[in-house]
């Protein structure tokens, strides 16, 4: 079995930040691509940044320049420091990966999601 599990999602004021880690655990051969999702309410999800194993990253253009994605490989973990929120913002944040399992299955993951709300 595999999770990934968010953290860091809350509540900041506008101009603040926030670092959101997403953790890799179980039957993990290696991780491939990486990315931060957000959805909110009555939207659709869309991709916010991504970071494949090599380091290489893309992100929207409603965060350049005010978001970092970041991995570590050997704690299978991907982190996403936001600065300069600003309300538009405010969604719930999904940390998603393709990896391939220790049966040598490559599969998409999706965690649970972490709320971040960025008040005016």
């Known amino acids: 079995q595999v999770q990934l599990v968010e953290s860091g999602g809350g509540l900041v004021q506008a101009g603040g930040s926030l670092r959101l880690s997403c953790a890799a655990s179980g039957r993990i051969f290696s991780i491939n691509d990486m990315g931060w999702y957000r959805q909110a309410p009555g939207k659709q999800r869309e991709l916010v940044a991504a970071?494949?194993?090599?380091?290489?990253?893309k992100y929207a253009d409603s965060v350049n320049g005010r978001f970092t994605i970041s991995r570590d490989n050997a704690k299978k973990t991907m982190y996403l420091q936001m600065n300069s929120l600003k309300p538009e913002d405010t969604a719930v944040y999904y940390c998603?990966?393709?990896?391939?399992?220790?049966?040598?299955?490559?599969?998409?993951?999706w965690g649970q999601g972490t709320q971040v709300t960025v008040s005016s």
């Open positions: 970071i494949t194993s090599g380091g290489r990253v």
């Open positions: 998603n990966a393709v990896l391939v399992t220790t049966q040598r299955y490559e599969l998409d993951y």
